[in-house]
């Protein structure tokens, strides 16, 4: 048996929520489960042994921000990423893909590769399937995914097929190029916003041998029930026996019903980036920790949150922010971080219990979402 090895634990009665672990060479991750994101080899502003604190067993690591600074080369010569990080749990890295996507920086794609510019030095930079598992393999992640044809929504129907067709074969040139026994390759599905095509993604990459799939290409700014059609209609053609990870989400609530409708694994930079930008995350939905009513408030953030900052003051944490102190953003990325994780370990009792829908609905009261 491979090393990487998903098991189903417990299937929720009356959602297609799912209870398992995914097994990698530094250790299971529980699912449903969230990962941090450490897009320049650090989840910002956080030491491991804080990120782990939250209860975190996976992050993620970003291969175009990583291959341009300080370079993958650096990165293999300085241990690889868990050598350089000590983080020494699994790491996933996303292939550059969404990257150029989303940073705007791409100049032409083609069937050979994505050809963009650098946005630190303006290089011109051609990435290749091949080239972005290469640089996956010396960062020495547990988890490669591959390189992806992300297409900007609302699109023509034409381009998206055409998008979605080349990710199949560039799917293909991954696990080819793939040389490390020690790292799984996982497939993205893509294909808009039409189901057909997310269909025949879905099957058509099932067939290939990856140890994982992804749903890509979405929460790129379409409404979230366009995002929840699409990622229900797409988890039945996926492996059950694999793990399914929806990249890039996103919100409390968009999580919970993502896990309702069959998702294992989950990552997205709104805990931290909103941490940094003084609001926090809590049962009773979002805190904006700068305005003036919590100056003198003495309750901390969420009771019973076992987080460093939930042992201080509202009143004080506004304060951090309001006096520019950086321990104010790293105090609310921990918090969020954690509520994220405590979410997530609710959900995975829920299911064991079979009271996955009630958790949900219970969440979403406090949330005031309907
Ligand atoms: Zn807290």
Redesign the pocket.
């Known amino acids: 048996m491979s090393v990487f090895h998903y098991q189903l634990l417990n299937r929720d009665r009356r959602t297609s929520a799912r209870r398992g672990f995914f097994s990698t060479p530094h250790g299971p991750v529980q699912t449903p489960g969230f990962m941090p994101v450490g897009t320049q080899g650090t989840v910002k502003g956080l030491t491991i042994d804080q990120v782990a604190a939250t209860g975190a067993e996976m992050i993620l690591g970003n291969t175009y921000h990583l291959a341009l600074r300080p370079g993958h080369e650096t990165v293999r010569r300085l241990g690889g990423l868990h050598g350089m990080t000590l983080w020494d749990g699994p790491i996933l890295t996303d292939s550059g893909g969404f990257q150029v996507f989303s940073l705007e920086a791409i100049r032409e794609i083609n069937e050979e590769a994505a050809t963009f510019r650098s946005h630190i030095d303006g290089a011109i930079i051609k990435l290749t399937p091949e080239h972005s598992i290469e640089i996956q393999e010396s960062l020495g992640s547990d988890v490669a995914m591959v390189l992806d044809h992300v297409v900007a929504l609302p699109a023509e129907r034409s381009k998206v097929v055409e998008a979605m067709e080349r990710s199949i074969r560039w799917a293909q040139r991954c696990l080819n190029a793939a040389s490390r026994d020690d790292q799984a390759r996982f497939a993205i599905v893509q294909g808009g916003l039409d189901v057909e095509l997310r269909q025949q993604c879905a099957t058509e990459l099932s067939a290939m041998e990856f140890e994982g799939f992804a749903i890509g290409g979405l929460s790129v700014g379409e409404p979230p029930p366009e995002m929840y059609r699409i990622t229900e209609a797409t988890c039945p053609y996926l492996p059950e026996e694999k793990p399914r990870y929806l990249m890039g989400v996103g919100t409390p609530v968009d999580l919970l019903e993502s896990v309702a409708r069959g998702v294992d694994l989950f990552d997205c930079v709104m805990p931290t980036r909103n941490g940094r930008n003084a609001m926090a995350f809590t049962d009773q939905g979002k805190i904006k920790i700068r305005n003036a009513v919590h100056r003198e408030d003495t309750e ?3 009771k019973g ?1 076992p ?1 460093l ?2 042992r201080h003051s509202r009143g004080y944490l506004r304060h951090l922010f309001v006096a520019g102190e950086m321990l104010g953003p790293i105090l609310l990325s921990i ?1 969020n971080l ?2 994220y994780q405590r979410v997530m370990a609710g959900a995975r009792t829920a299911i064991e219990n079979g009271t996955f829908a009630e958790y949900m609905e219970m969440k979403k009261a406090g949330w005031g979402v309907s």
């Open positions: 901390p953030l969420e949150c987080c900052a939930c918090h954690t509520y």
